[in-house]
């Protein structure tokens, strides 16, 4: 029983984790075809933010996280109106320049905080048991907070103008445009919402991780596979699919120890055989005439 507790609490962390990347990601590539491979980047900077905010200024890890989210959010709509949007009809291009953008954060933070490993404190220290499995409390605020997030985004995307504009120029960008939708500015803040999930995934996270500079890898490669397995640009197909695969890394982990430095392998065997069964993903489409 133990060992269940184990994997289900362990699961839900890293599929929560992925979840909010992936839905990230895909969000802009559903609105603009925008493929941010940078996108774990901004969450390694917003982690070492947070670091440099709690242990050089001394702050509170919260005021940390609002600083890391804000400020992360404001660096990742710079980087687009700079880099990416002049040059966002040439996809190549894109991915050359995300790839480029995230090599230089990685390089940075090697020059500001060298690649030692380092740590923040966590938000709420101390733990509860189930059935004699310690579940620690900042796992349970993780958990909630990406629960709370994911909701926000629900009723953004469903309930707003602004979410009916993403939705629009998402399904057909000449017809957003010609019903007097601004899909540029749309495809801006879309990247702002975007970088800002990613921001605040490494807030949440980064009291659970070890900060170093290239933290950012993994993450990078499941996220990915999160969103091709779950259909690119589906929002709904990239929380499945991180749950899916935050848990086939869990089972690796406990079911075989000796065994975990291949839980990344086994997830991306998993997404490669149901691409075999349904190449478009579980929720994608096709043909592109189907968007």
């Known amino acids: 029983m133990d060992l269940v507790l184990n994997i289900i609490i362990s699961g839900l962390i890293s599929g929560s984790v992925f979840a909010l990347l992936a839905i990230g990601f895909s969000l802009i590539f559903g609105v603009a075809r925008i493929v ?78 060298t690649g030692t490993f380092l740590s923040v404190p966590s938000l709420v220290k101390g733990y509860f048991a189930i059935l004699g499995v310690k579940v620690f409390y900042q796992q349970l605020l993780t958990f909630c907070v990406v629960l709370l997030v994911m909701a926000g985004l629900w009723i953004l995307l469903m309930k707003t103008k602004l979410g009916l504009a993403i939705r629009s120029t998402a399904q057909d960008r000449e017809v957003a445009n010609l019903m007097g939708i601004n899909e540029a500015r749309v495809a801006m803040l879309t990247m702002g919402i975007s970088v800002g999930l ?90 592109e005439e189907e968007r």
Do not use: D
């Open 198 to 287: 990613a921001a605040l995934t490494g807030a949440v996270v980064v009291p659970l991780t070890v900060l170093e500079p290239h933290m950012w890898l993994h993450p990078l490669i499941m996220m990915m596979a999160v969103v091709v397995l779950g259909g690119l640009g589906s929002l709904k197909g990239s929380f499945l699919g991180a749950y899916i695969l935050g848990f086939a890394e869990a089972l690796v982990v406990f079911l075989a120890p000796m065994g975990a430095f291949l839980k990344g392998s086994v997830a991306l065997s998993i997404m490669i055989l149901v691409l075999l069964i349904r190449p478009e993903g579980l929720f994608g489409v096709s043909f």
């Open 36 to 113: 941010n491979i940078a996108h774990t980047a901004f969450y390694m900077v917003a982690a070492y933010c947070i670091y440099f905010v709690t242990h050089k200024m001394g702050s509170h890890p919260i005021w940390g996280m609002v600083a890391a989210i804000v400020l992360v959010t404001l660096l990742g709509i710079i980087c687009y109106k700079l880099f990416i949007n002049p040059i966002r009809e040439h996809e190549g291009a894109v991915l050359i320049a995300t790839i480029a953008l995230a090599m230089a954060f990685q390089e940075i933070m090697v020059l500001k905080f």
